[in-house]
Each structure stands twice: as C-alpha cells, then as structure tokens.
C-alpha cells in the first residue's frame, strides 16, 4: 500500500512538473505570438503609405500629364491659325 502511494505521489509531482512547464512554454509562445502581430500591424501601416504615395504620385503624373497635353494644343492652335491650317498656305 505504502509503495502504490509512493508511486503516485512520484507520478502526480512529475505531472505537476510537467503541467507547469508546458503552461510556462505555451506564455513564451503567446508573447511571440503578440511581437509576430506587433510587427505585422507595423508593416500593414507602412503598406498603407506606401499605397497612399503611389496613388498621390500617380495623380501628380496624371495632372502633370494633362497640363502638358493642354499646353501642346494651345501651341498647335497657335501655330495652325483661325482656319485649321498653317500660316501662309493658301
């Protein structure tokens, strides 16, 4: 009788010790855990400016684009006169 109790206090300490140590890795791996989204969360906000800068250089070049395109039929008129052809062809 003395020997089975022995047996299981050994069996219910080494358990304990287990339990413990794998409640003690499962925080490890809940910090971790919690620096992996803290990272990702920071890179999901640079993505974010990243985005935002494309698209506001985008809307430069296209305005960019446009006044150019404006400016190069102000110059044709000018150079093509009031009747649609050059200046000084009959």
């Known amino acids: 009788m003395v020997i089975a109790i022995t047996i299981l206090s050994v069996l219910v300490a080494g358990m304990s010790l287990y339990l413990i140590s794998a409640i003690l ?15 990702q969360e920071m890179q999901n906000h640079d993505l974010r400016a990243l985005i935002k800068a494309a698209r506001d250089s985008a809307e430069a070049i ?25 200046i000084g062809e009959a």
């Open 25 to 39: 890795h499962i925080g490890k791996i809940q910090k971790e855990l919690e620096s992996i989204a803290r990272e």
């Open 62 to 86: 296209s305005s960019i684009n446009e006044y150019l395109v404006e400016q190069s039929k102000k110059e044709m008129q000018k150079k093509l006169g009031a009747f649609g052809g050059p």
